[in-house]
Each structure stands twice: as C-alpha cells, then as structure tokens.
Nanobody
Framework: QLQASGGGLVQAGDSLRLSCTAS????????MGWFRQAPGKELEFVAT????????HYRDSVKGRFTISRDNAKNTMYLEMNALKPEDTAVYFC?????????????????WGQGTQVTVSS
C-alpha cells in the first residue's frame, strides 16, 4: 500500500514537499514515480527514481524545479517542488513500478497511492 501526503494550497513561487510512504513490500526492490492529473486532463508522468535512489528522470516542464528522492530505510519517497506555477495544480499520485529501474510508462506501475491535491494560485 502507498500513502501520499503533503499537498496543499500555495502561491506561485512557493515550495511544497510531497511524501509517499509504502508498506507491505521490500521498498528498495521497486522503482517509484510521481504522476499528476489536472482537472479535465489525463494523468501525466512527473518524475521517477530507481530502487537504489541513484537514478532519476523528470518530465521537461519540472526539470530544475522538482526533485524526487527516496529514503529506503523509512520506506518513503519524496517530491520536493520549488518555484511552483499555477500549471502545476493537480492531484499528485505516487506509484510503485513492477521493476527496480527508473520507469516512465504508467502501464509499468502496479500499485498506486490515493493522491494528494496541490493547488497553486497566481
């Protein structure tokens, strides 16, 4: 099971840190990712990290502003979001992949958290 938290209402330029805590699995065996879904839009990939935490990949629009990380000892993944923009407004979901490497395709994720709302006002 995955539990996401940390969302909220912020102003443009502010920062937020999302957390995703996992239970019931050997956390380090799985690549993890963050996805988001804005109102009226499809779910989109945001960032992914491999099981060891030493490889990451981001969608272009968040590169340089978002940082994905993980603490395998705490079974927790994070998404540090800086310089937030109104277009970052969405429900953010964490997910666990079927493999240990960085994973972009949503079809390769087998377990999903419940989502946390991030709203950025202009």
């Amino acid at each position: 099971q995955l539990q996401a938290s940390g969302g909220g209402l912020v102003q443009a330029g502010d920062s937020l840190r999302l957390s995703c805590t996992a239970s019931g699995r050997t956390f380090s065996n799985y690549g993890m990712g963050w996805f988001r879904q804005a109102p009226g839009k499809e779910l989109e990939f945001v960032a992914t990290i491999n099981g060891d935490g030493d490889h990451t990949h981001y969608r272009d629009s968040v590169k340089g502003r978002f940082t994905i990380s993980r603490d395998n000892a705490k079974n927790t993944m994070y998404l540090e979001m800086n310089a937030l923009k109104p277009e970052d407004t969405a429900v953010y979901f964490c997910a666990a992949a079927i493999r240990a490497g960085v994973t972009v395709a949503r079809q390769l994720y087998e377990s999903w958290g419940q989502g946390t709302q991030v709203t950025v006002s202009s």
